[in-house]
Nanobody
């Protein structure tokens, strides 16, 4: 059974920073791309960032490009999302997810391409 556990969410003022972590267990973490998604109240879940299995390729939503950085440490089975210059519109529950297919060169942005999800961590940005 694959488990993904997120941490690092919280309340921060606009312009501040947070780093989210997601630790995986139950499957060979290092061969799967990982993604971060978020869902704000009343809105659909949206892709935030993805990273390939090797860490060599990353992909970001336009709304976070230049402010967020995704990274991974395969030795620790952990993927990170560093969020800088946070805005109130970044307020959401953030989820990490693991790709369905191993060794994908580029991380997918569609949620349907991910088969395991964490429980989510709340990020609230006050103005």
């Amino acid at each position: 059974q694959v488990q993904l556990v997120e941490s690092g969410g919280g309340l921060v003022q606009a312009g501040g920073s947070l780093r989210l972590s997601c630790t995986a267990s139950g499957r060979a973490f290092s061969v799967y791309a990982m993604g971060w998604f978020r869902q704000a109240p009343g809105k659909e879940r949206e892709f935030v960032a993805g990273i390939s299995w090797s860490g060599g390729n990353t992909y970001y939503a336009d709304s976070v490009k230049g402010r967020f950085t995704i990274s991974r440490d395969n030795a620790k089975n952990t993927v990170y999302l560093r969020m800088n210059s946070l805005k109130p519109e970044d307020t959401a529950v953030y989820y990490c997810a693991a790709d369905k297919i191993p060794y994908r060169t580029y991380p997918p942005s569609a949620g349907i391409e991910y088969d395991y999800w964490g429980q989510g961590t709340q990020v609230t940005v006050s103005s």
